[in-house]
């Protein structure tokens, strides 16, 4: 029984790091293409009204998925990349587009976190009294 759970252990970390893998490639993709400024991302940066920003929103991509990676930071580049695709989400949806492709991305970062770092979700389940309340 104890190698069992060894295996489902063993196989989690290599679920999370396959997805951090994957998800590491898109965001530093995305991150260069808007920092390489090519015509493309000129084109939809200008529809979406973010005329001059593409920079700043690469770089902030760039640092947000290098947090990510790192296991020791991975829980602000969660934060940061929660922030960077819930601004996708609402621009498509400002936009009447659809947004079901960023919102898959944000459920994997959350998901992926959560194989690494389980304990990222345990203050929903702890049930502890607060003892720095003063009256």
């Known amino acids: 029984m104890g190698n069992e759970t060894n295996a489902i252990s063993k196989g989690r970390k290599i679920t999370a790091w396959i997805l951090v893998g994957l998800l590491g490639t898109l965001f530093l993709m995305s991150g260069s293409m808007k920092l390489m400024g090519g015509v493309e991302a000129n084109t939809m940066f200008a529809k979406y009204g973010l005329d001059g920003k593409q920079m700043l929103i690469g770089m902030g991509e760039i640092i947000a998925i290098t947090l990510f990676i790192i296991p020791k930071t991975s829980s602000l580049g969660v934060l940061l990349l929660s922030a960077h695709m819930g601004g996708a989400i ?7 587009e659809m947004y079901i492709g960023q919102s898959i ?14 304990e990222m979700l345990a203050s929903f389940t702890k049930k502890e009294a607060r003892t720095d309340v003063t009256p």
């Not at 609402?90 to 009447?96: K, L, P």
């Not at 991305?105 to 389980?118: F, G, H, M, S």
């Open 90 to 96: 609402a621009t498509h949806m400002e936009h009447g």
């Open 105 to 118: 991305i944000l459920l994997l970062v959350w998901v992926a976190n959560w194989l690494r770092n389980p």
